[in-house]
């Protein structure tokens, strides 16, 4: 029968040569095994055997780890499971289970699955995005110019007309087909603003909220200290997108008469703030729709933040945070 040093050297031995990073602490909050991928996934300094009872929490910084492991020294133990935690330029699942006299954590890297599936989400997002670049110049091209040359027929028409109830009939068609060509570049430049193309996300985004207040009775005011031409064609695309869709939705469902759009850069990452002053929303149920649901996954995409405050008949804001560098794709 072994003894109990003998089961502890056998238990250290099998744990040292785990795929997982492993740690057991005791109600006191001291840790009474740790191994080596441990150490390593969390980027703890120093050896495994110096850190035998020492303080598990003073060795990291993760805000929902930390608060359940203090749960747990509060007498109040329950298995959890904390999945994407983004910590020490790795992503982790960990994993907490309860013991006799404390807690097991286990530790799974899943960094490269994390960065597969962003890639994937961002590949598919911009392939989305490609062929509405084709489809506007499609429109753009194409329909365009068709209803141009219809316009121009009519006119020779009209010119040789002599019935006024006739000529009357083909203004009235000239203003419609006048009216269709309107919205046709309308729906050509929402497929792909060509000042998205040309210039950057700066600029795009200061023509967006203009043309909103010179075409509606809300007021958009907009304000940015990026320059244009400081981020990748693709990530301004993905914030631009962004935008988009949180205006669209204070357009469509907030009765607001103003909406502020921040976005800013600094050492820690991009900020981007749309706010407005309407009736507000019930956050939990907006979650569900469609139109946040694409948002997140952009954001999500590019290891992104999304919150989102409102109360009724306070407005909505929305804060988002991205990386300084996005995720790099090959579209080659």
């Keep these: 029968m072994k003894t109990n040093t003998e089961a502890i050297q056998f238990m250290n031995a099998l744990v040292s040569n785990m795929d997982i990073g492993v740690i057991t602490y005791d109600m006191e909050g001291f840790i009474t095994l740790i191994n080596s991928k441990a150490i390593e996934y969390l980027g703890i300094p120093g050896r495994v055997n110096n850190l035998i009872d020492t303080p598990v929490l003073s060795h990291f910084e993760i805000p929902a780890l930390n608060s359940q492991i203090q749960s747990c020294l509060n007498k109040s133990r329950k298995n959890f499971h904390l ?4 910590y020490n330029e790795k992503y982790l699942i960990i994993d907490g289970k309860k013991l006799v006299d404390g807690m097991l954590l286990s530790i799974t890297d899943i960094t490269e699955n994390v960065l597969a599936r962003d890639e994937a989400t961002q590949s598919l997002l911009l392939g989305q995005e490609m062929e509405r670049r084709r489809l506007a110049k499609e429109i753009h091209d ?8 219809i316009k121009l027929q009519i006119d020779a028409v009209k010119r040789k007309a002599v019935s006024e109830k006739v000529i009357s009939g083909l203004e009235e068609i000239n203003e419609a087909i006048s009216a269709i060509a309107t919205d046709i570049r309308q729906i050509s430049h929402d497929l792909m603003p060509s000042s998205l193309i040309d210039f950057g996300v700066v600029t795009a985004l200061s023509n967006f909220a203009k043309k909103i207040s010179e075409s509606s009775e809300i007021e958009v005011h907009y304000q940015s ?5 400081n981020l990748s064609k693709e990530y301004e695309l993905n914030i631009y997108r962004i935008v988009q869709e949180l205006v669209n939705n204070s357009l469509k469902y907030s009765q607001c008469k103003s909406i502020e759009i921040s976005l800013r850069k600094d050492k820690e990452g991009i900020f981007l703030l749309v706010q407005d002053d309407g009736i507000g929303m019930d956050v939990g149920k907006a979650s569900t729709g469609i139109g946040l649901h694409n948002i997140n996954t952009r ?3 590019l290891h992104g933040t999304l919150d989102i405050d409102s109360q009724m008949g306070g407005g909505v804001t929305a804060h988002v945070g991205l990386p300084i560098i996005p ?3 090959n579209l080659n």
């Design 142 to 149: 194409g329909v365009g110019p068709n209803m141009s040359t």
């Design 225 to 229: 200290n990026i320059e244009d031409g």
């Design 83 to 86: 999945t994407d935690i983004n």
């Design 299 to 301: 954001i999500e995409s």
């Design 327 to 329: 995720l790099e794709i």
